[in-house]
């Protein structure tokens, strides 16, 4: 009886060794995986509001190699998967750039909860095999907006050459950004400037005559996040 009792344990034992070997080969694999892993040009997280409409977004940004991209996953730091793309077809040559939104719900307390802080890993996949992996950390604080001082808000008659964009200086923050648009014929400009601006010079011949413009001034975070505050002008002699 004590022989058997004996060979049961030793085999109970021997299983218990195989099995920590095999997670111990996995874990390795794994890490021989995340070592090959090339990572992305850009994978990136961010909190952004339009101050003026009291919307709040969550944006994320990636963008791989040459080859577009099969497979794309964004976990939260809960665990949860956000984004799952999936090429349907090799076909496609797959996505190589992308860009999501969030919603803007009423409830910003929503938006936090479905998006919560922490580190975001980014995990991609192309037809050919080659892998991606990146990380990023989403911060809820948000940088204090700025005033647009000109033009002043639904100017008229603002003259389409030699025009100066101007705001007030906002303490703590990384940088600025200027977006200028009006219908979609037309280009617009979204400029990034350092965080001592506190003007934009557009360029010569860029306004067209009697055309409405709308302008948001942004204030950048030293974690990536964005204040926007926006107004609107019309051109005229």
């Given at each position: 009886m004590a022989d058997a009792r004996r060979k049961r344990i030793l085999v109970y034992l021997a299983i218990l060794g195989a099995l920590a070997l095999a997670a111990t080969f996995e874990a390795l694999g794994a890490d021989a995986k995340s070592a090959a892993a090339k990572e992305f040009a850009t994978a990136s997280v961010r909190f952004e509001q339009n101050a003026t409409?009291?919307?709040?977004?969550?944006?994320?940004?990636?963008?791989?190699?040459?080859?577009?991209?099969?497979?794309?996953?964004?976990?939260?730091?809960?665990?949860?998967?956000?984004?799952?793309?999936?090429?349907?077809?090799?076909?496609?040559?797959?996505?190589?750039?992308?860009?999501?939104?969030?919603?803007?719900?009423?409830?910003?307390?929503?938006?936090?909860?479905?998006?919560?802080?922490?580190?975001?890993?980014?995990?991609?996949?192309?037809?050919?095999?080659a892998t991606f992996a990146g990380t990023s950390t989403l911060s809820h604080r948000l940088p204090e907006t700025t005033t647009i001082v000109s033009p002043a808000p639904n100017a008229h008659g603002v003259p389409t050459g030699k025009l100066h964009i101007t705001w007030r200086a906002v303490a703590g923050v990384s940088a600025y950004i200027v977006d200028l648009k009006t219908d979609a014929s037309i280009p617009s400009i979204a400029a990034r400037l350092p965080a001592s601006s506190t003007?934009?010079?557009?360029?010569?011949?860029?306004?067209?005559?009697?055309k409405k413009y709308k302008l948001a001034v942004g204030t950048v975070s030293s974690e990536g996040n964005i204040s926007f505050v926006e107004s609107s002008f019309t051109t005229g002699r």
């Open positions: 409409d009291g919307d709040n977004e969550v944006v994320f940004e990636i963008k791989g190699g040459r080859d577009g991209l099969a497979e794309l996953t964004i976990v939260a730091p809960n665990g949860r998967k956000v984004v799952a793309f999936r090429a349907p077809e090799r076909i496609t040559l797959g996505m190589r750039q992308f860009r999501f939104e969030s919603p803007e719900p009423q409830d910003v307390t929503l938006l936090k909860a479905a998006y919560p802080e922490g580190e975001y890993l980014f995990r991609g996949k192309t037809f050919s095999s003007s934009f010079a557009v360029p010569e011949d860029f306004l067209a005559m009697g």
